[in-house]
């Protein structure tokens, strides 16, 4: 959010159409990200799914890439759910994967 405004400056969606719970439990950390060779704001997210997503704290573009992969439908009647979910290159996820 721009602090003067309200006005929202970005947004990031760690799971979508979230019919599961999975929102992020956690609060976001801080920190300074060294990229070729200049510092970024970053922000580390972790989710229920086990992912960590690194931003960019300006303008919420990834600083590790994330992935749209194809998941199951639901088997629950009248539930859509997204076809597909984001998930991080790196690092692998922090828990078990079924």
Do not use: C, N
């Not at 890439?65 to 539930?79: F, Q, T």
Request: avoid cysteine; hydrophobic fraction near 40%; charged fraction near 20%.
């Amino acid at each position: 959010m721009h602090t003067d405004t309200g006005e929202r400056l970005w947004h990031f969606q760690t799971v979508h159409h979230d019919l599961w719970d999975y929102d992020v439990a956690s609060p976001p950390m801080l920190f300074d990200w060294r990229k070729d060779g200049r510092t970024v704001p970053a922000v580390a997210v972790a989710s229920k799914t086990g992912h960590l997503f690194i931003l960019d704290r300006a303008t919420g573009a990834p600083l590790i890439s994330v992935e749209e992969h194809a998941v199951p439908k639901s088997d629950v009647p009248g539930e859509e759910a997204a076809s597909t979910q984001p998930f991080p290159a790196a690092p692998r996820a922090l828990a078990a994967r079924h």
